[in-house]
């Protein structure tokens, strides 16, 4: 329906594209970094005030501490060697379009999909979402529009002409 709209009002060139062989690693490369970070900035709170740290932090924090410098080292390059791959591999397109999540929000106490957003983080591309959506329990979930690295103006005019179909 949106790529129809649009087409309407200027012609924009649409290929779907599958970059699940790179994508799966990201989130286990992202969990060390992310891991080590915490337990290295948060080490003065894990040790004086845990009761002021969500499990979540902690469970992330005690991750990083058995995480050497060595696999911290190593996740860092492996960083640049995917982001310099979907790079390469993303550089004919102006803008890439996914979803934001893979769906509505999950009911509490329920499991949450991997974050998609993460991935885009992790590779340093600027990223947006815009809240387009509703999943069967009308809870919102939104389009995640992506740029090539340093192309933010890009992302932003194309952002600004999607929300006009809102």
């Known amino acids: 329906m ?11 060139y649409y290929r779907k594209i599958n970059l699940n062989n790179i994508f799966n690693e990201i989130h286990h490369w992202h969990s ?13 709170e894990f040790r004086n005030s845990q009761s002021a740290l969500s499990d979540l932090i902690l469970q992330s924090i005690e991750s990083g501490d058995k995480i050497s410098s060595h696999e911290y080292y190593n996740a860092l ?5 995917i982001r310099n791959v979907v790079s390469e591999q993303l550089q004919e397109f102006d803008i890439i379009l996914c979803p934001s999540t893979a769906g509505e929000p999950p009911l509490c106490g329920n499991t949450e999909l991997p974050d998609l ?20 329990n009308n809870m919102p979930f939104g389009l995640q529009i992506v740029a090539a ?18």
């Open 2 to 12: 949106f790529l129809r709209q649009t087409q309407e009002t200027e012609p924009i």
């Open 32 to 44: 060390v970094i992310y891991d080590k970070g915490l337990a290295y900035y948060f080490k003065n």
């Open 77 to 81: 390059q492996r960083q640049v060697e």
């Open 117 to 136: 957003c993460l991935i885009w983080t992790f590779l340093g591309n600027p990223s947006l979402s815009i809240p387009l959506f509703r999943g069967p």
């Open 149 to 166: 690295k340093y192309n933010d103006f890009k992302l932003l005019a194309f952002a600004d002409f999607v929300s006009t179909f809102s």
